[in-house]
């Protein structure tokens, strides 16, 4: 296995897993709360969406499609309510942009040269991804940091177990 098929695999597992946990849910359980203070789901796949197309972007500028109008502010770290529940997409609309995304991240890492991998990574993601590979494969670590929070929503919604 060479380090291009490492990265596509933890890309396809993040999307595999993350599509599990979201596919029976609705529009409105996707603004359910896994804990008091934490952001829904909604808002967690928009952050993922976001934080994806930052990545990519700064490996590759031009390489991810356009995010909605305000889709970005929306779903910042710094977006001023974790208890809003209203202005965000439907399910349908995250998976559209999240597919579009992960396309876009493939295409990066196909277009990206082996040698080009071990390249240093942009000067802000230094401390957790220092490469140009590690960058990539974060795009499908990152997403698997969150999905651990859409179990317990489940779990919370009374859902069955997906994986």
């Not at 490996?59 to 309510?81: C, I, M, Y």
Request: aromatic residues 6%.
């Amino acid at each position: 296995m060479h380090a291009k098929d490492a990265i596509r695999l933890t890309l396809d597992n993040s999307d595999f897993i993350l599509k599990s946990y979201i596919n029976d849910l609705s529009d409105d359980e996707l603004i359910a709360r896994p804990v008091e203070g934490m952001n829904h789901i909604a808002w967690q796949v928009g952050h993922l969406i976001r934080a994806e197309r930052m990545f990519i972007e700064a490996v590759k500028p031009g390489a991810s499609p356009p995010l909605p109008e305000g889709f970005e502010q929306r779903h910042d770290t710094k977006s001023p309510s974790k208890d809003e529940t209203t202005g965000f997409a439907s399910k349908a609309e995250y998976l559209r942009l999240w597919d579009a995304q992960r396309a876009a991240t493939k295409a990066t890492l196909d277009s990206v040269k082996d040698t080009d991998l071990d390249k240093p990574s942009p000067e802000q993601f230094q401390q957790f991804a220092p490469t140009v590979g590690a960058v990539l494969n974060m795009t499908g670590v990152h997403a698997l940091m969150h999905v651990g929070q859409f179990a317990c929503v489940r779990r919370a919604l009374k859902k069955p177990i997906a994986i």
